[in-house]
């Protein structure tokens, strides 16, 4: 069965450390995967797709097939980083739902 | 209008009444999402839509949930019978195709509150 999973409901880290956000997924197909955020009183919004290979506001995601992981990673958190993420898959195949994981509140303290 | 809309806001209803949530997608946006948010929680997929037809309603809990499309625009959707648990915020998302490759835009969602 398709599934996102986010083990870590709350992570606070301070300014200016490294963030990790993990993200490990089940599927059988071809997923493509996505990290959304959602800041304070705004619409949840994309952050970054793995297979634009980009990175949004220095944030990046490696794909990890092997280890099933697309953790979302910055190595200098900010405070305006503090937000809600969450990981999220699709089948890069066909047409379908996007399924999210339950998200990890990110809380970056000056 | 510039993103995707949802009315209204706020929904407060009673238990066992009928209530309709609306969503304006993004204008030439053939794919439409619904999902459920609880407190705490993940988005939950409830409906999919490409142009007029459900094409994956498999998140729909029960027989009260209903969707639908008409012109392959706006969606409504519909639940009968409200009960305490359908209390959540009620999202919209629309995307431009429904291939893996396109982002989807999200509304802002309707809070449902049923007393």
């Known amino acids: 069965a398709q599934r996102v999973t986010q083990p870590e409901k709350l992570l606070s880290v301070f300014k200016g450390a490294p963030v990790e956000l993990k993200c490990n997924y089940s599927y059988s197909g071809s997923p493509e995967l996505f990290w959304y955020v959602q800041y304070s009183r705004q619409r949840l919004q994309l952050l970054l797709r793995?297979?634009s290979r980009e990175s949004i506001k220095g944030f990046t995601a490696d794909l990890n097939k092997g280890e099933t992981s697309f953790h979302l990673k910055k190595p200098f958190a900010q405070e305006e980083d503090s937000a809600m993420y969450y990981c999220a898959l699709k089948d890069v195949s066909s047409a379908s739902k996007i399924i999210f994981g339950s998200g990890t509140r990110l809380s970056i303290r000056p | 209008g510039a993103g995707v809309s949802q009315t209204p806001s706020n929904k407060v209803t009673e238990k066992g009444k009928y209530v309709e949530l609306r969503c304006d997608p993004i204008s030439g946006h053939t794919a439409l999402y619904w999902y459920r948010q609880s407190l705490g929680q993940g988005p939950e997929f409830l409906i999919y839509f490409q142009g007029t037809g459900a094409a994956d309603d498999s998140g729909l809990p029960n027989d009260r949930f209903f969707a639908v499309r008409p012109e392959g625009s706006v969606s409504t959707l519909k639940i009968q019978r409200t009960e305490r648990g359908d209390s959540a915020v009620y999202l919209c998302a629309s995307s431009l195709s429904p291939g893996g490759n396109t982002e989807a835009f999200f509304g802002q969602g309707t809070r449902l509150t049923v007393v």
């Open positions: 793995h297979i």
